[in-house]
């Protein structure tokens, strides 16, 4: 058990289909990543929040992908009329402080398939 | 804009072996350094990481990592390999921005 939950682990979809998967970081962690991997490549990074905030974007977060921490806790991220493009790990990191002194903390993933 | 570098791409090894993994980076300012490996089937744990300090880092598992400032280098290094140590490894940067920005991965295989 990571401690950084994610769900689902997989996610089929079929192209121009809307999916959102969930993530739940470590309890006392204020500070969320959305990272994306995709074969042979190391996880590239998309958003992050502090709290409910969110305090930076990636440019590869097109218009179609949304993310939220409503509460300050778990955190939503949203594809709207998936691509095969889209077919990746989508990844979920928390930390404590600033800049991961207390190190990352990753889930597992959540594999997203775009038929 | 930081980045990191991880030149090889796959590395295979005997068990007892020794290993050395390269990491260079990218970025002007202050770093912290991490090297995180992912076994097969499983989610990114952290190695190591480096913030300030001693330049040689030890971290779980036998691994350590030297930050070598002037060379812009983090590489990983164990000095007898197992084969449980098959996975990938990432090595990972925190510059200016506040998210970690990873290198492309080395696969390593130990052969038994």
């Known amino acids: 058990d990571t401690g950084v939950s994610q769900d689902p682990r997989h996610k089929i979809t079929k192209r121009g289909q809307n999916v959102t998967f969930r993530c739940d970081p470590i309890?006392?962690?204020?500070?969320l990543y959305w990272y994306r991997q995709t074969l042979g490549q190391g996880p590239e990074f998309l958003t992050y929040f502090q709290n409910e905030a969110q305090l930076e974007k990636s440019r590869l977060l097109s218009d179609r992908f949304s993310a939220e921490r409503p509460k300050g806790s778990f955190s939503t991220l949203e594809i709207q009329r998936t691509e095969q493009g889209d077919s990746a790990m989508y990844l979920c990191a928390s930390s404590l402080a600033a800049g991961g002194s207390d190190g990352y903390t990753f889930g597992s993933g959540t594999r997203l398939t775009v038929v | 804009a930081q980045s990191v570098s991880q030149h090889n791409h796959h590395v295979i090894l005997s068990e007892a072996a020794s290993l050395e993994l390269g990491c260079n980076y990218s970025?002007?300012?202050?770093?912290?350094l991490f090297w995180y490996v992912q076994y097969p089937g499983q989610h990114l744990q952290l190695l190591l990481k480096?913030?300030?300090?001693?330049?040689l880092v030890k971290g779980i598992k036998g691994f350590e990592a030297e930050f070598i400032k002037s060379k812009f280098s983090f590489n990983l290094r164990k000095p007898s390999v197992q084969w449980s140590d098959t996975a990938e490894y990432f090595c990972?940067?925190?510059?200016?921005?506040?998210?970690?920005?990873f290198g492309s991965g080395t696969q390593l295989t130990v052969l038994p």
């Open positions: 970025y002007g300012g202050t770093v912290n």
């Open positions: 480096y913030f300030s300090g001693d330049p």
């Open positions: 309890s006392e962690h204020n500070r």
């Open positions: 990972a940067v925190t510059g200016s921005a506040r998210q970690l920005t």
